[in-house]
């Protein structure tokens, strides 16, 4: 059976590669993402077979880091309906990380950051635009650019203050009569929603 | 083994991500000032029907729908 393993291994090699577009530079030159440790230790073990291709070999190899560190930040913001910033440089972004308002400046070092309901600022020049964001991630890549997902995501001035209010009293009277677990759950993220809207108008 | 990890409360209670952020994605929109919310809400309208397959034969469907209901005339 594993005398069989390389001859398998090898056709379905050259039959992906008859297939993919990086096949001709996959014949001609090493991918730079091939595991030498494993490599190495495979030949150790079955010296006779070629070592099979890992996942990573596949791959492209991740944009190159500039050497300097970039003078602007590529911010890309989506929303599952828009894409409300593609690509756009700026100087600086502030994000409503659940570990706090962080700022990103060009050169941040790769983070994946979770968002709760805050504030977003986007810094160019003596620009400053806000959103209320109501959750989502951010993505902060190694080529300073920034990736921000959220699922809604409003200019301040479309905030209705008094329904804010409304809903910061309903819900922390849902939170003091919840009973269940899920009811406590949900009264609590009103409470904090509505709380951070709260804070978002009048700061 | 106790949990090493903090969770948050809302997966503590059993809550997914997904449905908290769409909590939170809904009361937000829920605060918004009219034309944008009436905007809102009309986007995040569904309309499917479900139904669950025994016996090779699909069971009564379930209909999940925001459409307006429309009359015959």
Redesign the interface.
Do not use: H, T
């Given at each position: 059976m594993l005398r069989q393993a390389s001859r398998l291994i090898s056709r379905s090699v050259t039959a992906a590669s008859s297939k993919s577009v990086t096949a001709r530079a996959f014949s001609t030159e090493l991918p730079s993402t091939i595991d030498s440790t494993f490599v190495e230790s495979w030949k150790k073990v079955a010296p006779n077979m070629d070592p099979p291709r890992t996942p990573s070999s596949f791959m492209k190899p991740r944009p190159s880091t500039a050497s300097s560190i970039p003078t602007k930040l590529t911010v890309n913001f989506v929303l599952p309906y828009a894409s409300e910033l593609s690509g756009k440089e700026v100087d600086m972004v502030i994000i409503p990380a659940t570990t706090g308002q962080m700022g990103v400046l060009p050169g941040h070092v790769p983070t994946i950051a979770e968002l709760k309901p805050g504030i977003m600022s986007v810094h160019e020049g003596t620009d400053i635009k806000k959103y209320f964001v109501s959750s989502g991630f951010a993505f902060l890549h190694a080529n300073s650019v920034a990736d921000i997902i959220a699922v809604e995501a409003v200019p301040l001035e479309n905030i209705d203050a008094s329904q804010v209010q409304k809903g910061l009293v309903e819900f922390t009277q849902k939170l003091a009569s919840a009973s269940t677990d899920l009811e406590k759950a949900e009264a609590q993220i009103g409470v904090e929603v509505h709380s951070a809207m709260n804070a978002a108008l009048s700061g | 083994m106790a949990s090493s990890a903090a969770v948050p409360?809302?997966r503590?209670?059993?809550?997914t991500y997904i449905t908290?952020?769409?909590?939170?994605?809904n009361?937000?929109?829920?605060?918004?000032?009219e034309p944008?919310?009436a905007e809102?809400m009309n986007?995040e309208k569904v309309h499917f029907s479900l139904s669950k397959w025994a016996d090779g034969k699909p069971q009564k469907p379930v209909l999940r729908s925001d459409a307006p209901e429309v009359s015959d005339f």
């Open positions: - | 409360f809302w503590a209670a059993g809550m908290y952020s769409n909590i939170c994605a009361l937000v929109r829920k605060c918004l000032k944008f919310k809102s986007r």
